[in-house]
Structure formats: C-alpha cells, structure tokens
T-cell receptor, first 116, second 109 residues
C-alpha cells in the first residue's frame, strides 16, 4: 500500500501562475482533506471531501479549488498564485461512516510551495 | 478561540527523561489523535483514542473524556524522539479535524 501520495514535493511559482497539487490514496477512504501549514501555526483546513462528487470549504478556501471525481483522487488547484499562498500543503485521508466510527488519519509527505 | 490547546509549546529534555505533553479541547469529539512531525518531514499518526489509554513501545496516550483532556507520555526519551507532536480531535459529526499548534520537543543526548 502506498497510502497517501502527493506530488510535487517542491514547486516555485511566479505570482499569477496556476498549478495543481495532486493527491491520491489507495486505502478506499471516503474522507479526504487539504491543509496548509504555515510556520508556527497549526494546520489550517482548505477544503475537504466526504466522498466522490462531494466537496466543501474549510477555514481558508480563498484562492483554491478542488474536485473529487473518484474516491482515490483529490487534486487542489491554485489559481492566480499569490505570495500569501507560500506554505507547506498536506493532503490527508481517513475513513468515517454514519455510525461515527472514526478511522485513523493518514497524511501525504507534503508539498512545499513558494510563490515569488 | 482555538478548539484545541496544547502545552507546553516547546520542551527540552535530557535523554532518558520522562516527558508529558498535554492537550485540552473544547468541542464534542468522536476521537482524538496524536501525530508526530519530524523537522522538514511528513506527519504520521501515533495514536487514535476515544477512551482510556493506549501504549506503543515507550509512548503512552491517555484521554479523559469528561475533562476533555489528553496526555502523551514518552518514557526514557531519546534524541530520535525530537519532533513536533500535534494533538488533533475529530468532530462529533466526523467531517472535520481540529489541530493544536504542536509541541516542539528536543531531546538532548
């Protein structure tokens, strides 16, 4: 099992460019998340998905978009990159169901993005 | 207002010391997670708890649901334990996680 795979690991963007961070999980998890981690701060939720075809905004969604066409994939798109989007991005996945049986949280290795 | 508060923020210990990191939360939860992040590294799950106590090797995690408090203990600490430890709670609805800002642990040989 590969777990949660994120690409790319590093990327430098110019202001105004766009890019997509890819995230794939092979654990058949229904929940997937995108977080950003800024120095000295806790993880901030950007977007999340509770299953294929369903996405919802988190705390800091502005400047980002997501889609969830399959259970496995949850790409994060940055449109018109800005210096404020310089951060480390983590994709995560977990299992959950209506009986509130919680599952472990698995993270990708992170993607370090710099916008200059 | 943070849903999850951790203390201390920073901790330095001598190798072999017993370490405790505390986590308090203010929301209804279905589970609490302890995570570990090494410098420049990814985030791995150490424990998931909904009650009682769990032990993996030298690490012990406890939770008191009534007091909304959890502790992570490291016995016989080692320099390789140096990392940031993050407490996270899963909301009662199961949709979201809330994270503490982490405790940065340095274990000196």
């Amino acid at each position: 099992n590969a777990g949660v795979t994120q690409t790319p690991k590093f990327r430098i963007l110019k202001i105004g460019q766009s890019m997509t961070l890819q995230c794939t999980q092979d654990m058949n998890h229904n929940y997937m998340y995108w977080y950003r981690q800024d120095p000295g701060m806790g993880l901030k939720l950007i977007y999340y998905s509770v299953g294929a075809g369903i996405t919802d905004k988190g705390e800091v969604p502005n400047g980002y978009n997501v889609s969830r066409s399959t259970t496995e994939d949850f790409p994060l798109r940055l449109e018109l990159a800005a210096p404020s989007q310089t951060s480390v991005y983590f994709c995560a996945s977990s299992y959950g169901d209506s009986r509130a049986v919680p599952g472990e949280l698995f993270f990708g290795e992170g993607s370090r993005l710099t916008v200059l | 207002k943070n849903e999850v508060e951790q203390s201390p923020q920073n901790l330095t210990a001598q190798e072999g010391e017993f370490i405790t990191i505390n986590c308090s939360y203010s929301v209804g939860i279905s589970a609490l997670h302890w995570l570990q992040q090494h410098p420049g590294g990814g985030i791995v799950s150490l424990f998931m708890l909904s009650s009682g106590k769990k032990k993996h090797g030298r690490l012990i995690a406890t939770i008191n649901i009534q007091e909304k408090h959890s502790s992570l203990h490291i016995t016989a600490s080692h320099p390789r334990d140096s990392a940031v430890y993050i407490c996270a709670v899963r909301s009662w609805t199961g949709n979201q996680f809330y994270f503490g800002t982490g405790t940065s642990l340095t274990v000196i040989p």
